[in-house]
């Protein structure tokens, strides 16, 4: 470290971005990515420490410090690389992780400047490898004979998948949607996250010899006791959380009221954004509310002003800082013009009086002792109610667990929710089962899924290994 | 990717196919349905399987043309394939035995009636029919249903064949010549409304079949609203069969128009294709 110290940039690289007025009209992706310029830049501010806070915080424990040294010596296909030694979904977490509660967060340039955009440069290696064509595979080493079953193909399924596919395993993912991917592909939206390159990860998994099967509700089409008894020595449920929740209010069942996952399963999944190209309709409502604080309360708010509404409003019942979505896409979502009404909640949707919405009665509420989460708990204003006129309404409050598995597999405990409950290394009251992700801990983020997902992969290789 | 293996047109406009899906043939029970995509743009709708058969690897299908969806259907061959197909979905019907029942079938509501009745009347039931349609022309599987039931009853709505009426005008009559245990009811939501409107002073416990729009078919993104007994249901995990007594069929009827404008466009794309 002889060389003399360079002036640190405090700010973070920006990435180019859509202006709000123009991608409002468009599904395509608002962050553009860095430039090489951007990249390298972006990289010369990282610090290099040897303890790197920043692998502490990332749930997949990727070698960021070693991924950004190649960054730096503008040696892109040795960083991803590098990253995806621990992380096989690199474009995706590079878009979607909130790195900003993880390893962004620990970041040592953080405690004086804005920390290094790990994030940005995660997604710009991954980018510039599928881009430039030069994905490769890893080296898999001989088939060790045991079968491994894979229930559900969102973030959880597909880190079992790579890693156990890399120790030898024959992997087969069972999705019960037409397309592989499950949130990814279904709830978040082309404009965060552009299903080419989910699909551009799940075909490099497919390269690597994970076989993925479609239309296949475990549960239904087959139950796991048959996978089990049939060919596979081990099952992994990744299956998610599932049932949309809705308020349980007066009028919630009129025409144009939605819960999150139809609305955005209609728009990514069947793409009604391209309606009548694509067969599957949606409503394109004039004035839309959006209920709920969370990332996927924006994305629903952000794809209804895409498909052309004049006002959306998201309607909270906290504050803004109770808001449980990622920062960055609070501030897409203000800039796009979407109007926050915080510390409110719906009391009744009223029907404009041939069975479709008309309006939303609303109440403020008033922050007062913290809950059981630790934020202050909202309780309303009597007398404060008002009147909100739109014509489609999105619930966007939260998912519970969906019985249709549980209930057809025998043995399988689960907690008073509904979750199932699994040992601190993923493995379910059942022999042979292990679980992760949303269907254990409730939604959550992709990361998160991943971490456990990489958890139960070391616990289904021990237990196989024996 | 899912075969037709056979195509037969029942009625003007309504069609039977029998279609390659051998873990579905295997696990599918009378009540089920699946969630089936015609083609890589298409979009998931549901139909009730007719029949089953485990020995060719296959289920069978009846639906109307009437909808885009449905027409792209009615236009493959034998040989063509179907890109999705997926179940068996939703709960199965209840069968057991209950004594005298009468099986209402409206319309195409004549093919999902025909596993339930050739089950009960195993399951040691009297079984009675009554098939209706609106006309002669579109009076479908009349022969499989004369097969699986003791009795049989056919009205048109012009009087072309059979009794000249509706199916409740038959069922009110049947309801006083005979002490029924069970009704149940399969057609245009319209139809299963009156069917249990006349069952519920008579407190004859009636079972519908419904069917709302649907996406995903297994919970996930609650399309299917439907209330029962003033409570939300998911129909597609919770039913579609229900107590008719207690199914808020205003908002059923309702729900099923909410995209009413977006058929006629997407019916004229179709034409326009063509064209």
């Known amino acids: 470290m002889a060389e003399k110290k360079k002036e640190i940039n405090p700010k973070k690289t920006p990435m180019p971005e859509q202006e709000p007025l123009v991608r409002i009209e468009n599904f395509n992706e608002v962050a553009l990515g860095y430039s090489v310029k951007n990249a390298i830049a972006e990289a010369e501010r990282c610090l290099s420490c040897k303890k790197a806070p920043c692998v502490g915080g990332c749930p997949v424990e990727v070698d960021i410090p070693a991924f950004i040294q190649f960054v730096k010596e503008g040696d892109f296909l ?68 045991k079968k491994v079953a894979v229930i559900g193909s969102g973030p959880s399924g597909l880190t079992v998948a790579g890693d156990l596919v890399k120790l030898g395993y024959d992997i087969t993912i069972f999705e019960a949607l037409h397309k592989p991917g499950g949130v990814l592909v279904y709830g978040i ?38 996978l089990l008894n049939q060919e596979y020595q ?3 449920i990744g299956i998610g959380a599932g049932l949309p929740l809705f308020m349980g209010i007066e009028g919630e069942n009129l025409n144009g009221v939605y819960s999150a996952n139809e609305f955005l399963t209609r728009v990514n999944l069947m793409k009604a954004y391209l309606f009548p190209e694509y067969d599957t309709p949606i409503k394109r409502g004039e004035k839309v ?56 909640l719906p009391k009744r949707i009223l029907s404009r009086g041939n069975g479709w919405v008309g309006a939303i009665e609303c109440i403020k509420m008033i922050l007062g002792e913290p809950d059981e989460t630790g934020r202050r708990r909202p309780v309303p204003v009597s007398g404060s109610e008002f009147i909100l006129d739109v014509d489609v309404v999105v619930v966007a409050i939260g ?22 409950k699994i040992n601190e290394i993923g493995r379910t009251s059942k022999k042979g089962v292990f679980a992760g ?18 958890t139960a992969a070391r616990a289904i290789d021990e237990y196989l290994s024996k | 990717m899912f075969e037709i293996l056979k195509k037969e047109e029942l009625a003007p406009e309504i069609y039977l196919i029998e279609v390659k899906a051998e873990e579905v043939a295997k696990k599918a029970l009378p009540g089920q349905f699946v969630i089936i995509r015609v ?3 298409g979009e998931r709708i549901p139909l009730t399987i007719v029949d089953f058969k485990s020995q060719n690897k296959s289920i069978t299908l009846v639906f109307q043309a009437v909808g885009k969806t449905t027409k792209k259907l009615a236009s493959l061959k034998v040989g063509d394939k179907i890109v999705d197909l997926v179940g068996p979905l939703g709960k199965p019907t209840e069968i057991k035995k209950y004594g005298k029942v009468i099986c209402v079938a409206g319309g195409i509501g004549a093919a999902p009636i025909f596993p339930i009745a050739r089950e009960l009347k195993r399951a040691k039931n009297y079984v009675i029919t009554i098939l209706g349609a ?18 049989l009853h056919i009205t048109t709505d012009d009087g072309s064949k059979g009794r000249h009426g509706l199916v409740t005008d038959a069922l009110k009559e049947l309801i006083k010549e005979n002490k029924v245990d069970l009704v149940i009811a399969i057609g245009p939501a319209i139809m299963m409304k009156f069917v249990s409107e006349v069952t519920k002073p008579e407190k004859i416990k009636t079972i519908v079949s419904l069917n709302p729009i649907m996406v995903d078919g297994t919970g996930m993104c609650g399309a299917c609203r439907v209330e029962v007994g003033e409570k939300t249901k998911f129909c597609c995990v919770d039913g579609p069969d229900f107590d008719g007594h207690l199914v808020d069929w205003n908002l059923l009827l309702s729900r099923q128009k909410v995209y009413l404008e977006e058929e006629k466009i997407a019916l004229e794309s179709l034409s326009e294709k063509a064209s």
């Open chain 1, 289 to 344: 509310a959006v209920v709920g604080g969370g990332n996927v309360a924006l994305d629903s708010a952000r794809t209804a002003l895409r498909l052309g509404a004049k006002k959306v409003y998201l309607v909270y019942r906290r504050s803004e800082k109770e808001m449980p979505c990622r920062h960055e896409e609070f501030e897409h979502a203000k800039e796009e013009g979407v109007e926050f009404i915080f510390l409110t």
């Open chain 1, 437 to 454: 992700g949303d269907i254990v801990t409730g939604s959550a983020t992709v990361i998160s899924a991943m971490g456990a997902g990489r």
């Open chain 1, 78 to 145: 040795k960083a991803v690389k590098k990253i995806k030694e621990k992380n096989i979904l690199p474009a995706i977490c590079g878009r979607v992780c909130p790195q900003e509660d993880q390893c962004e967060k620990y970041c040592t340039l953080g405690k004086k400047y804005e920390p290094i955009a790990i994030g940005r440069l995660e997604r710009f290696v991954a980018d510039f490898e599928r881009e430039k064509g030069l994905v490769e595979g890893f080296e898999v080493p001989k088939p060790n004979g």
């Open chain 1, 234 to 236: 081990a099952v992994f």
């Open chain 1, 189 to 226: 939206p082309e404009f965060r996250l552009p299903k080419k390159v989910v699909q551009a990860e799940i075909e490099f998994l497919q390269k690597m010899g994970v076989k993925i099967q479609t239309d296949v509700v475990v549960g239904k089409t087959v139950t796991i006791d048959e």
């Open chain 1, 399 to 420: 998912t519970r667990a969906n019985p249709l598995l549980p209930s057809t597999t025998p043995g399988l405990r689960l907690n008073e929710k509904g979750y199932i």
């Open chain 2, 39 to 41: 083609d890589e743009v």
């Open chain 2, 134 to 151: 609106r006309s002669k022309e579109l009076l479908i599987l009349e022969g499989n249903l004369l097969a699986v039931s003791h009795e």
